[in-house]
């Protein structure tokens, strides 16, 4: 029985406690981490070396959502650091087969991201060389935004064509994505849920995880 799999954004987690943080969410699949550059999106968060040190002290998967330009030079060392996934933009690669297929060597999931603008049909022939893929449900930069429910298509788009291509490709969504809007990703095809001020701007953040996977187990497409 599949279940949905809950990726807490520690984007909306207090950066001076990072470890702390992190043991707040122990019953989390994963553990979103976005890397911003202030090129590619117009803020700067994290790179490499904090990724590195979470990776010592976590037992929780990283999954990194590399909001940067050129991440054909720089998403590999993500997944010789030990990430367990690693999420480059579409838009923003040059090479995106062969950047997939070094993510995948280095041992690491390999996954492409679509930006709200961005559609998914020009890109459905990397379905081969991907193991998620990710439709923002807001403009990348921030967290705390609205949920931008005009994206549940291409959620649907993405599950009708990974079901097509057959194999295990996951479909994660990552903006706004609360109690009230998880049901409907669920529902269009997604499986893998990015939440941060839903899950640490509650008083329980391992709580929140475990409704928030409740509330997705029940409505997966
Ligand atoms: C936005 C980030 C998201 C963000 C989500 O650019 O990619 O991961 O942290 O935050 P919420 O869940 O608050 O929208
Ligand atoms: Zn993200």
Request: glycine content about 8%; overall charge negative.
């Amino acid at each position: 029985m599949n279940r949905g799999q809950i990726a807490p954004s520690i984007l909306s987690a207090d950066f001076a406690s990072l470890s702390a943080e992190l043991e707040r969410i122990s019953n989390a699949d994963w553990a979103h981490i976005d890397v911003m550059d202030a090129h590619f999106v117009p803020n700067l968060t994290l790179g490499l070396p904090v990724v590195e040190a979470l990776q010592k002290v976590t037992p929780i998967p990283l999954d990194c959502h590399l909001m940067i330009e050129d991440p054909d030079r720089w998403a590999p060392a993500y997944a010789e650091a030990g990430a367990g996934s690693v999420t480059f933009h579409i838009e923003a690669a040059r090479d995106p087969r062969h950047l997939a297929r070094t993510l995948r060597a280095a041992g690491a999931r390999a996954s492409m991201a679509l930006k709200p603008a961005t559609p998914f049909e020009p890109y459905e022939e990397l379905l081969p060389e991907v193991d998620m893929v990710l439709v923002m449900t807001v403009e990348p930069g921030f967290g705390g935004q609205s949920f931008m429910a005009d994206q549940m298509p291409k959620v649907a788009q993405v599950r009708e064509a990974v079901r097509r291509h057959g194999g295990e490709i996951w479909v994660q969504v990552d903006g706004g994505v609360s109690a009230a809007t998880i049901e409907q990703c669920a529902e269009a095809g997604a499986d893998v849920f990015v939440a941060g001020s839903a899950v640490y701007g509650a008083e329980s953040a391992a709580g929140a995880v475990d409704e928030l996977r409740a509330l997705a187990s029940a409505h997966l497409a």
